[in-house]
T-cell receptor
Framework: AQKITQTQPGMFVQEKEAVTLDCTYD???????LFWYKQPSSGEMIFLIY??????QNATEGRYSLNFQKARKSANLVISASQLGDSAMYFC???????????FGAGTRLTVKP | DADVTQTPRNRITKTGKRIMLECSQT?????MYWYRQDPGLGLRLIYY???????NKGEISDGYSVSRQAQAKFSLSLESAIPNQTALYFC???????????????FGSGTRLTVV
C-alpha cells in the first residue's frame, strides 16, 4: 500500500528566508508521481510542483523546488525567499503507476513571519 | 466558469438527513474522485470512478455512496448523515495517464459540510 508521511505538523519561517517541508513515501511501484499542493485559508487546493519517479533532475517551479532522493524515498519541498502569502497548509501526495488514485500526507501548516 | 464545480459550497444539515454533494467538470477527464479532508489527517479517498460504469471504493467509503450520471458528473451521497461526517469534501478529476508524467488532479473548490 502507498503511504505518505509528513512529520512536521507546523513550521515557522522568517520572511525572505528559505524553508524545507519534509515528505517521505512508501510504494512498491516503479513508476509513480510525487506532487505538492498548497491550501490557503480559503480552502482551495493549488498545484505547486511535480516530480516523476524516473526524472533525474529535481523539479523546480519558480521559488519552489523538490528535493527528490529516490533511494531514501523522500520528496521534500523547498520554498526559497518566503513571502507572507506562502502561509498555508502544504500537502505532499503520490500517484502510483497502477491505480491512478492519489494519496496524501497529513499536511504541514507553514507560517511566514514578517 | 471553473473546470471542476462543486455544489453546494457550504451546507449545514441535521443528523439522520440524506444529503447529496454534486460535482461537475468541463475538463473532459474520464476519472473522478471524492475526498474528505479532516484536520491532521490530510485528504482521504472516499470513492473514485474511472468511467461511467466503473465505480470503486476508496479508503473510507462506509456511510457514503456515489453516482456517476455522466462523464462530467459525479455525485456523493450521505444516506443518513452523522456528526463525524463533518468535513471539507473535495471532488477532483484526472485524465487517463498512469503514474509517469505530470497528470495530477484538478480540484473543485470544496464543500464544507457540517452535520449537527
Amino acid at each position: 500500500a502507498q503511504k505518505i508521511t509528513q512529520t512536521q505538523p507546523g513550521m515557522f519561517v522568517q520572511e525572505k528566508e528559505a524553508v524545507t517541508l519534509d515528505c517521505t513515501y512508501d510504494t512498491s511501484d516503479q513508476s509513480y508521481g510525487l506532487f505538492w499542493y498548497k491550501q490557503p485559508s480559503s480552502g482551495e487546493m493549488i498545484f505547486l510542483i511535480y516530480q516523476g519517479s524516473y526524472d533525474e533532475q529535481n523539479a523546480t517551479e519558480g521559488r519552489y523546488s523538490l528535493n527528490f532522493q529516490k533511494a531514501r524515498k523522500s520528496a521534500n519541498l523547498v520554498i526559497s525567499a518566503s513571502q507572507l502569502g506562502d502561509s498555508a497548509m502544504y500537502f505532499c501526495a503520490m500517484k502510483g503507476g497502477r491505480g491512478n488514485d492519489m494519496r496524501f500526507g497529513a499536511g504541514t501548516r507553514l507560517t511566514v513571519k514578517p | 466558469d471553473a473546470d471542476v464545480t462543486q455544489t453546494p459550497r457550504n451546507r449545514i444539515t441535521k443528523t439522520g438527513k440524506r444529503i447529496m454533494l454534486e460535482c461537475s467538470q468541463t475538463k473532459g477527464h474520464d476519472r473522478m474522485y471524492w475526498y474528505r479532508q479532516d484536520p491532521g489527517l490530510g485528504l482521504r479517498l472516499i470513492y473514485y470512478s474511472f468511467d461511467v460504469k466503473d465505480i470503486n471504493k476508496g479508503e473510507i467509503s462506509d456511510g457514503y455512496s456515489v453516482s456517476r450520471q455522466a462523464q462530467a458528473k459525479f455525485s456523493l451521497s450521505l444516506e443518513s448523515a452523522i456528526p463525524n461526517q463533518t468535513a471539507l469534501y473535495f471532488c477532483a478529476t484526472s485524465d487517463r495517464a498512469e503514474g509517469g508524467g505530470n497528470y495530477g488532479y484538478t480540484f473543485g473548490s470544496g464543500t464544507r459540510l457540517t452535520v449537527v
